[in-house]
């Protein structure tokens, strides 16, 4: 069963920093790209970035360069560095598998979501 | 950025009703690059439609995709009680973006 594990998630100040992880079980973790997906309390879904299977990493332009995708393969384990947090960061995070083979793609399975909270 | 407009912004109807969700996109979406998810309260999103027609693994054919180039539409055919949740379309033809939802209430 593919299951899909975010964690890291909590309260931060403005300009403070979050490192999210995602600890995924059920498949071969290294052939599948990832993605960061984000939800805004009472909002709609936002995608973050997308990192191939080689590392190969895509970011939303809205980002302006704050968030750091990365995977380990050996640990099957997909990560969000998050810096320069803004209030308007704040969301559940959720990882998903991609599919569709052409870089961007659709989400197959998603984890539960982490929740991140910027405020002073 | 190519953006999805999904309407109508709420849908009220009573169990056993047909529903049809509509998401236009400001630009033609390549190769029909576009999916649909359910999301209910507290839940993560579940994919129900991946490249505008395709239903994925174990979702039940009451519900279908149709559309091509800038008009989509999510189709439930008879809403049973579990249907009544939030749906997105998303496209991925060029970068990744989503509409703003349609929410699928009880009548």
């Known amino acids: 069963e593919v299951q899909l594990a975010e964690s890291g998630g909590g309260l931060v100040q403005p300009g403070g920093s979050l490192r999210l992880s995602c600890a995924a079980s059920?498949?071969?973790?290294?052939?599948?790209?990832m993605n960061w997906v984000r939800q805004a309390p009472g909002k709609g879904l936002e995608w973050v970035s997308y990192?191939?299977?080689?590392?190969?990493?895509i970011y939303a332009v809205s980002l302006k360069g704050r968030f750091t995708i990365s995977r380990d393969n050996a640990k099957n384990s997909l990560y969000l560095q998050m810096n320069s947090l803004r209030a308007e960061d704040t969301a559940v995070y959720y990882c998903a598998r991609n599919r569709g083979g052409y870089s961007y793609g659709y989400f197959d399975y998603w984890g539960q979501g982490t929740l991140v909270t910027v405020s002073s | 950025e190519t953006v999805l407009t999904q309407s109508p912004g709420t849908l009220s109807l009573s169990p056993g009703e047909r529903a049809t969700l509509s998401c236009r996109a400001s630009q033609s979406v390549s190769s029909s690059y576009l999916a649909w998810y359910q999301q209910k309260p507290g839940q993560a999103p579940r994919l129900l439609i991946y490249?505008?027609?395709g239903r994925a693994t174990g979702i039940p054919d009451r519900f279908s995709g149709s559309g091509s180039g800038t008009d989509f539409t999510l189709t439930i055919s008879r809403l049973e009680p579990e249907d009544f949740a939030v749906y997105y379309c998303?496209?991925?033809?060029?970068?990744?973006?989503f509409g703003q939802g349609t929410k699928v209430e009880i009548k």
């Open positions: 998303q496209q991925y033809g060029s970068s990744v973006t």
């Open positions: 059920g498949f071969t973790f290294s052939s599948y790209e």
């Open positions: 990192i191939s299977t080689s590392g190969g990493a």
């Open positions: 490249g505008a027609s």
